[in-house]
C-alpha cells in the first residue's frame, strides 16, 4: 500500500525496537492489556509505515486468534496524514485474507479520538466493559486514572469490524 508520503510493509524484526519504544509512550511497558489479559504487544505482528526516506512514520500490532483478530496498537507519528487509516487497511486486508470473520479493538471511555476514528472507519462499538480499567489497573499500575479531556477512565469500549 501506498499513501502520498509513505508506504505501509510487514513489520521486519529490525523494527521491533521502535515498535517497543512506540508501545512504552502509553505506559512505561512493553505490553498493552485488554478485557484483563497481558498482550505482550511488541511480539506481535503487524505493519509499519515508512516514509520516503525510510522513516518510520507509524505501528499497527495485531494479535491473530483463529477467525478474530485483535488490533492491539496503533500509532501514527503525525496525525491527520491517513497513516493510522492505510495501517487499519493493512491489518484488515491481511485478516480477511487469513479467513478471519471479525477484527476487534478495545479502547477506553475517555479516548474520543479514538472512538471517532475507528467508527469512521467501519467499526462498530460491540461491548462496554464496565469497571474493567480497575482489572487493567491491577495488571499495568502506570494507566491512569483521568484520561483525555479529564475524563475519568473506568471502562473498556470494545469496537469490531465485520468482514467477509
Known amino acids: 500500500m501506498t499513501g502520498a508520503a509513505f508506504t505501509v510493509r510487514p513489520l521486519e524484526s529490525g523494527d521491533r525496537a521502535w515498535a517497543l519504544d512506540m508501545v512504552r509512550g502509553w505506559g512505561d511497558t512493553d505490553y498493552m492489556v485488554s478485557r484483563g489479559r497481558v498482550i505482550p504487544a511488541t511480539a506481535l505482528p503487524g505493519f509499519c509505515a515508512v ?20 488490533l492491539v496498537v496503533l500509532e501514527a507519528v503525525e496525525r491527520f496524514t491517513g497513516i493510522g487509516t492505510a495501517l487499519v487497511a493493512a491489518v ?29 472507519r467501519g467499526f462498530e462499538v460491540a461491548a462496554v466493559h464496565r469497571d474493567l480499567r480497575e482489572v487493567a489497573r491491577r495488571l499495568k499500575p502506570s494507566i491512569s486514572l483521568v484520561g483525555e479531556f479529564g475524563i475519568p477512565i473506568v471502562s473498556e469500549i470494545e469496537l469490531e469490524m465485520r468482514l467477509g
Not at 471479525?102 to 479514538?114: E, G, Y
Open 51 to 70: 516514509s520516503p526516506d525510510g522513516e518510520r512514520v507509524g505501528v499497527a500490532l495485531y494479535e491473530p486468534a483463529g477467525r478474530e483478530w485483535q
Open 92 to 120: 484488515r486486508a491481511a485478516a480477511a485474507s487469513a479467513g478471519c470473520h471479525r477484527l476487534w479493538l478495545v479502547t477506553t471511555n475517555d479516548n474520543l479520538d479514538a472512538l471517532r476514528f475507528y467508527q469512521r
